[in-house]
Structure formats: C-alpha cells, structure tokens
C-alpha cells in the first residue's frame, strides 16, 4: 500500500515539474522576441516592454486567485483551463502587432495561462499529498522542472526565429504548450478525495486564515523578499538580450546566457530543497539574496565579453528561482498546506509586482539614458535589502488562537 502511494506521489510531482517546465519555457523566453518584434513590427521597445512588464503582474495577480480555486475543487481544471489560455495567447501575438494587441495577447492572456499552471497550483496540489519531510525536496524538483523548461526552449526559439522568424517561433511554442493538457488529468481529485489536512491548525475557513498570514509579520518580510527577487528576474529575462546588444555581441549570446540561468537552476533548485530539510530556509534564502548582490557587482566590473555573460548567467542562474523551494517551505511551516496554493500564491503576486517594475523600468532606462546601468546599481541595492528582510523571519508554525 505504502509503495503504490509513494509511486503515485512521485508521479504527480514529475508531473507537475513537466507542467512547470512547459509554463516558464514560453515564459521566461519571452526576452528573445523583444528585437525582432521591435525590427519586424515598428513597435518600440518600451511598449513591448510595457505589454511584457503588465504580464509579469498578471502572472502573479492570477495565482492567488487559481490557487484559492484549486484548494476548492481541485487542480485539474484550473490547469486545464490555463493550458487552453495559454496557447491561445501566443497563438494571437503573430496577429495583433500593436501595443494594445500585445498587451492583450502577451500582457494579459499568455500571462494569465502561465499563471494558472505555476508554482502555487503545482506545489499547493503536491504538498498535501506529501509527509512534512519530503515537501521541500519536491518544490526543489518541481522548480527545477520550469528552470528545465528555460534551459531546453531558449536555444531552440533562437535557433527557429533566426531560420524561420518569430512567427513561425510563437506559433511553434503555442502548439508545444498544449502538452499541459494530458498532464493535467493526473491532478485530478478523486470522488471523495478530501482536500489537503490543515496539520496543528484549527481550520476555520479561508477567510480566517488570510486574517492570521496578515498580521503575522513573517509572512510580511517574506513578501518583502520576493518583491525584490521579482525585480531581478524580470529585468533580466527581459532585458538581458538587450544588454548583449548594447555590448556589440550576437544574439546566440543572449539565448546561450538564458539558457544557462535555467540549467544552473536545475542545481540550485535540487539544492535548495536538500538543504531546507535540514537547514533554516530564512537563512538559505538570506545567503541567495546576498549573492545576488555580489555577482551583479562583479559582472559590471568585468569586460564586456560572451564569457563574462556565460559565467554571469551561471553563477546567477544556481539563485534564479531557487528562492521558490524555500520561500513556499515557508508559507507551509507558518500555515500548513491546506491553504498553501492561496498563501504561497498571494506571495509570488509579490514577486510580481517587483517583476512588473523590473521590466518595464529596464526599458524606461534604456530610452532615458542609452543604457541600463542605473537598474544594475538598483538591483544590488534590492538584493542587499532581502538579504537582511528574511534574518527576523521566525521560521516556526504559528498555533491561531482559539476560536
């Protein structure tokens, strides 16, 4: 009996990480088509960084809300229902090239779709099914699966858009989308299944539980990293191409550097799963912001070479979104799993609105000045201020009081 639910958990999790895989692989390489729908279409880059920058909220502003949907009827449709919105967004980018267009196909629908099959629906519907000690080693599996999905598609659109153009690539990367679908029917919630067990929480409803998380101030200092963290990895999935450029190198750099961020995630998700069951996940967490701050000064004062971007994108890419594992850790040692899809999903909005600014203020930079220096100086300073946020983060559970 114990061998068959181990088999059966371990296959909802690959799953879920081939999900995740499928979801940040159309989003993390959305950077790559900033030049040539710029080249093809007239549109400037600002605009195409604002319609990228209104998806990066998107993204986040739909997790609360799928999440919260999946705790109540299960995650299938949700998933279900996010695979179809998310072709259909990239399927409609190719004929709607304008500003509003794209901010409808790229900023709304394709963000909405990747939202719904990301890390708060997929952790949230694993965590439940999982003892305590195999959680964070399964978010660190599952987050390495979207890092997978950024290491596999970024090559292949460069290559499919220099030999076929980025029409031909978004429509290819719509199609490949579709592949969530039969995944889906894995999570679905058998008849009778009971949602997942509220452990050492009296469980008074949502509502009540969202009252707790809001004036706990852990989970506030929580948020208040991922916001930061959402600035780094928008401003770079976005706008690093752009800096390749503005340094003279090709573009196979870019997609070469991109990939490379999600290949060394792939590590430093695994690890940072390993090391939060046995570690404390607010000091994991702290020593990833820190780092940040460190490799960003150390790439400025580097010559702007190919190699200097590779060993960037390497060393930054073990941090990428490594910090997902133990932030939603976390949410769940604060608050249990029942509502862990809503809380953990309320805080990667956080990550999202950091997101939002970190692409649209790259691209208001580079008009403004010719260059993005000032979003580097900005990013070391917001890695340093998450750095410190997570050292008062008690990472115990919080016992609600009775009612």
Known sequence: MNAARNSSTTGLVIAAALILMLTMGARQTTGLFVAPIHLDTGVGIAT???ALAIGQFTWGAVQPVFGALADRYGPEPVLVGGGLLLAAGLALVPFLPSGPGLMLS????TAAGAGAGSFSILIGATAGRLPPERRSSAAGLINAGG???????APVLQLVIGAAGWTVAMLGMAATSLLTLPLARLFRRREGEAPPAHEGFEDRGLRH??????RDRSYW?????FFTCGVHVAFLVTHLPGEVALCGLPASVSAVSIALIGLFNIA?????????ERFR????????YASRAVLIALFLLAPPSAWTFYLFAAGLGFTWLATVPPTAGLVGKLFGPRYLGT??????LSHQVGGFFGAWLGGVALEATGSYQWMWYADMALALVAAVANAPIRERKLVPAAA
Do not use: P
């Open 343 to 348: 809380l953990f999903g309320l805080t990667l």
């Open 281 to 288: 996940m607010k000091w994991i967490l702290a020593a990833m």
């Open 209 to 214: 539980q969202l009252g707790v998380a809001a």
């Open 106 to 109: 790229l900023g709304l629908m």
């Open 48 to 50: 195409i960084s604002l």
């Open 268 to 276: 430093g998700s695994l690890a940072a799963g390993k090391l939060g």
């Open 221 to 225: 200092l929580l948020h208040l990293g």
């Open 147 to 153: 890092s997978l999905g950024q290491f596999v598609f």
